[in-house]
Antibody, heavy 119, light 107 residues
């Protein structure tokens, strides 16, 4: 059973860079037809898809964040990462890493990590 | 981006009630839609994928239907553990987009 776990700083200053890592266990980030995804949820609000890295090497981002976001994979550590530049308080959210399967929805989620953007 | 309009935004229901939640897409998305349940402080959980396929391990009281632009999640007989917020997600076209959520509360 694949499991995902987010890690990273819980507090980031405005204008700085948010960096999170998702460690995958019970499966490999380099096999299968999967979408290794990041999704976020501001406190008390709905879900927003940030983007994904697919096993084919394709990376797709939400245009609302595209100029500031980057997702990468480290196959040696079985991890994938999110970098979000020039953060503002509007980027305060619970950040989830997740695995989507082609045609089968997003079936595996990390527990989420709260990142607060504040000075 | 494809807009997903979910309704209602909230509803009050009793245990045993039949509950229906609707998601409308601003353009056709075939059957590339999933339904997710989220409880406070927890990650979303996949209930239905491909509009009508039940995720393994999910109770059969949950069902999904629809295609193209109109989709429905039905809970046939609401149970205490079903009080939660439900979201639809289209993964047909980038960016993937969620509905705004439906909070199912105790009547």
């Amino acid at each position: 059973q694949v499991q995902l776990q987010e890690s990273g700083p819980g507090l980031v200053k405005p204008s700085e860079t948010l960096s999170l890592t998702c460690t995958v266990s019970g499966g490999s980030v380099s096999s299968g037809s999967y979408y290794w995804s990041w999704i976020r949820q501001p406190p008390g609000k709905g879900l927003e898809w940030i983007g994904y890295f697919s096993d084919s090497g394709r990376t797709i981002y939400n245009p609302s964040l595209k100029s500031r976001v980057s997702i990468s994979v480290d196959t040696s550590k079985n991890q994938f990462s999110l970098v979000l530049n020039s953060v503002t308080p509007a980027d305060t959210a619970v950040y989830y890493c997740a695995r989507g399967d082609v045609g089968l929805g997003v079936g595996h989620w990390g527990q989420g990590t709260l990142v607060i953007v504040s000075s | 981006a494809i807009q997903m309009t979910q309704s209602p935004s909230s509803l009050s229901a009793s245990v045993g009630d039949r509950v229906t939640i609707t998601c409308r897409a601003s353009q056709g998305i075939r059957s590339d839609l999933g339904w997710y349940q989220q409880k406070p402080g927890k990650a979303p959980k996949l209930l239905i994928y491909a509009a009508s396929s039940l995720q393994s391990g999910v109770s059969s009281r949950f069902s999904g239907s629809g295609s193209d632009t109109e989709f429905t999640l039905t809970i046939s007989s609401l149970q205490p553990e079903d009080f939660a917020t439900y979201y639809c997600l289209q993964d047909y076209f980038y960016p993937w987009t969620f509905g705004q959520g439906t909070k199912v509360e105790v009547k």
